[in-house]
RNA sequence: GCGGUAUUGGUGAAGUGGUUAACACAUCGGUUUGUGGAUCCGACACGCGUGGGUUCGAUUCCCACAUACCGCCCCA
């Protein structure tokens, strides 16, 4: 094989790009609903709009950036979430200015890239969908976004949802905090994992996010953020859990869950799925969380955020493995058999009239004998054949024949250009809709 | 970045150190030549991921590389 795509990049066929579309149009839908509009930002950026953002020492930046030098020198990186483009263009384009109203609330689909190693759900080139809202520090806003989140994933058809919810409180808490555990983790530092090791000193909190057995006996008695959240954050949390309940959402608190990317605070939250596709028991398709202090680190203005990212391609594996359906429309309303060269130029003329007209229409572009047109028509499902030989080319008229029933009729080419919607009325009402 | 498994035609796959690489599906053609979904018949890998090596000879053995999948790391 000469050429091959790049690993951990994927084709998109059309049978695929049929779902993808239709995951995509379900969520703009259900976007606007909430009042949330498309934001479409590039797919690289400056190397250290991501860095900044990220946290230097987060793995996103550390190993996974897909970053490059342009032929300006330009240190760049094509994007590996979403959140930062946004924001970025946020501030570029003073979207906190007055004349918009707040909060500003944007949604984005497309594709981002990390460098590391494939597996099920895990490309390099990979898609998600994501939302983001600006511009309000009040709990209602966080419910909304996690609301929508499950809205999303429920009329994806998916089911045996879980949504787990914690806080990281705001700056003070969350150094407070940081102190405690480092305390705690301290005097146990031997014992730790490796990978804790370097992180206890790097990012304790991702201690707690250890897969490692040893690290979660330890990890099991270390303090909790929840016992170190200020009055604020803690009004902030329990206003969040007070509204979930409000509208019936049932959450679990996990108060050691974490996020990868450094800028979050007060709410995170993730919505998983019970499924075996992407490994055992419960995983993440949906994560999100607040994140004030992100437009202020960008050179924006003081300005509270929260938003939410979904993988595209866990999504579809998941709906897969739910067998949920996807509702694809494909149908051919006429297939245009031609026999014999003479009748080329009118069967052209018959498809394009029923397009215009707005049916799906198809003819054979390979010269073939009937009876390989027909099969086409069957297999293709086409709902119609319209027939023109030479002896119909002299009389004006074609035959057209429902492939449900096996009814044929001759009817005059002028009508079926005209208004074939007209034709099938006239002749095949009274049989059964077959879809 | 580390470890494991795999790689045969459009697809699913069988198989062997040495004449013609099974079988099935799909596709195309035919079954008296202007009509579908059935049956029957026929065609369909100048080649067994790529590049080296061992050998008289390799698709089959060895090495490297590539890609896929799984685990670790991390995460969507």
Same mark, same amino acid.
């Given at each position: 094989m000469k050429y091959q795509r790049p690993k951990g990049t994927a084709d998109i066929l059309p049978d695929d790009a049929k779902k993808w579309s239709y995951i995509e149009e379900t969520a703009r839908m259900l976007f606007e609903d909430y009042r949330y509009h498309e934001i479409r930002t590039p797919m690289f950026e400056s190397f250290d709009v991501f860095s900044r953002t990220s946290g230097d020492t987060s793995d996103v930046v550390t190993k996974e950036m897909y970053d490059f030098d342009d032929k300006g020198g330009r240190h760049m990186s094509l994007r590996p979430e979403g959140t930062a483009g946004v924001v970025r263009a946020f501030v570029e384009n003073k /979207? $906190?200015? !007055?004349?918009?109203?707040? !909060?500003v609330k944007v949604f984005y689909m497309g594709p981002m890239f990390r460098y590391e190693r494939p597996q099920s759900g895990r490309q390099r080139e990979f898609h998600q969908i994501g939302v983001e809202a600006f511009g309000s520090n009040e709990p209602e806003l966080d419910v909304e976004v996690i609301a929508m989140g499950m809205d999303l994933l429920k009329q994806f058809g998916l089911s045996d949802m879980r949504l787990e919810i914690n806080t990281l409180g705001d700056q003070e808490s969350r150094d407070a905090y940081r102190q405690a555990l480092i305390d705690y983790l301290d005097p146990h530092f031997d014992e730790l994992s490796d990978d804790s090791k370097v992180r206890l000193h790097k990012n304790p909190l991702r201690v707690l996010d250890s897969k490692d057995k040893r690290d979660q006996a330890i990890v099991k008695d270390a303090p909790s953020i929840l016992d170190y959240l200020n009055e604020d954050s803690k009004r902030h949390f329990d206003k969040v859990k007070s509204l979930l309940d409000a509208l019936n959402i049932p959450y679990v608190i996990d108060p050691d869950m974490v996020r990868? /990317?450094? $800028? $979050?605070?007060h709410t995170i939250f993730e919505i998983m799925v019970n499924s075996k596709v992407l490994g055992d028991g419960y995983t993440t398709i949906c994560a999100g969380g607040r994140y004030n202090g992100l437009v202020e680190q960008l050179g924006g203005p003081e300005m509270p955020g929260i938003g939410f990212g979904m993988g595209m391609e866990r999504l579809m594996l998941l709906m897969e493995a739910q067998n949920v359906k996807f509702p694809v429309l494909d149908q051919l309303d006429a297939y245009v058999v031609g026999i014999g060269e003479q009748t080329s130029v009118e069967t052209l003329r018959i498809v394009q009239a029923l397009r215009a007209d707005g049916f799906a229409a198809d003819r054979d572009y390979l010269d073939r004998k009937p009876k390989a047109q027909f099969r086409t028509a069957n297999k293709l499902n086409a709902q119609y054949t319209i027939t023109v030989g030479e002896s119909e080319l002299k009389a004006k008229t074609a035959n057209v024949k429902r492939m449900a029933t096996g009814k044929e009729v001759s009817v005059s080419l002028n009508d079926i250009i005209l208004d074939f919607d007209d034709v099938i009325n006239e002749y095949f009402n009274d049989d059964e809709e077959i879809d």
């Open positions: /979207l $906190y200015g !007055p004349e918009h109203p707040r !909060p990868g /990317l450094d $800028y $979050y605070n």
